[in-house]
């Protein structure tokens, strides 16, 4: 049971972790989403980040025919302003074997600034040179961006500020420099003109991201048509008697959307260079808990863990509950094209 950081609060969700291995256990970076208690079903309420104040509170509106929109579940829209239901932290669960998990009774770090008044989610975690690198969606009025901190041992945290700025999600960091240089895959949202597709950059300092370039886009009349975003920590594999990169990724079709997990295999010195593709999708949403939930027919990754043939791949299932997958290595490979 995960308990929710204050009594007036219960969460609604404990989804898309990111994951490592530190010391002798299995660390998970779980998103945990809690929303305010229903105190009237004729009362909205939203929770947010007063920065101001470095308070978490609530605003509350009366649910009637002149009170704000609340068709999405996930929304509250008053004003020309949108307001989310919940609101996200990071929590650590430990595990000796990656299974079975103890989850920490407090938030191990939550919103911190005005760029992250309505939450902080989707941790990946990336082990460069002795220090956990953990970046994050950072959530606020100000749009969707990234967030950076770092931990050498899990305890105490550093936060480095936003990297990549709205709109961007889905960041993943190589665990090696590649040319001498810090690269992580990203995926910036257009409006109006382009779709959602996974992009690299690169940077000196793992502060200052540029040299951006397109890496994949959606493929019309496949499990990933309507739009494609990354996944889990990229990892050296060897296929084809060369060294590579496999990167797990999320891609979208159907309306109401179905994510699906699938996997790009990148050139292991230009990882813009994407020399194969799923095929079919590697995992897909089938049990009742990932495709009935808060948002349904969904299954999200942000960390795996890879042993031998072994792909563990912790994924959020119907952005409510955390599952995971052990899959071949061989079997995702030889399903690329």
């Known amino acids: 049971m995960v308990l929710p950081s204050r009594p007036d609060l219960e969460v609604v969700g404990a989804f898309n972790p990111g994951v490592t291995r530190h010391q002798d256990e299995v660390i998970l970076l779980v998103r945990i989403s809690e929303a305010p208690h229903k105190a009237s079903s004729s009362i909205a309420a939203a929770p947010f980040y007063n920065a101001e104040t470095r308070r978490l509170e609530i605003k509350r509106w009366p649910a009637n025919e002149k009170g704000p929109d609340l068709s999405d579940s996930r929304l509250i829209v008053h004003q020309g302003r949108t307001w989310l239901t919940s609101i996200s932290h990071l929590r650590i669960a430990r595990s000796t074997d990656g299974i079975h998990f103890e989850v920490d009774g407090l938030p191990t770090f939550g919103p911190d600034s005005a760029y992250e008044s ?3 989610e989707d941790a990946r975690i990336t082990h460069l040179d002795g220090t956990y690198w953990i970046n994050y969606t950072a959530v606020s009025d100000r749009g969707i961006a990234t967030g950076l901190a770092s931990t050498k041992d899990f305890k105490s945290f550093e936060r480095h500020g936003i990297i990549f700025p709205p709109p961007n999600r889905d960041v993943a960091i190589f665990p090696e420099k590649i040319g001498g240089r810090y690269v992580a895959l990203h995926r910036p949202m ?4 382009g779709h959602p597709a996974i992009w690299i950059a690169t940077s000196p300092d793992l502060l200052s991201w540029g040299d ?9 009349g496949n499990w990933d048509d309507v739009k494609i975003g990354g996944g889990a920590v990229p990892f050296k594999v060897r296929a084809n008697r060369q060294d590579a990169w496999l990167a797990i990724y999320h891609g979208v079709t159907g309306s109401p959307p179905t994510y699906s997990l699938g996997a790009l295999l990148l050139d292991q010195h230009d990882p813009s260079k994407v020399i194969g593709r799923s095929r079919e999708a590697i995992l897909r949403p089938e049990t009742p808990y990932e495709r009935e939930g808060f948002f349904g027919s969904v299954v999200f990754t942000c960390g795996a863990l890879v042993e031998g043939d072994l792909v563990r791949i912790y994924y959020g299932a119907a952005d409510g509950v955390t599952a995971v997958a052990d899959l071949s290595l061989d079997g995702i490979l030889s399903g690329l094209a």
Do not use: C, K, Q
């Open 212 to 220: 951006h370039r397109l890496v994949a886009t959606a493929r019309p």
């Open 190 to 193: 257009p409006e109006g003109l």
């Open 118 to 120: 309505f939450g902080i």
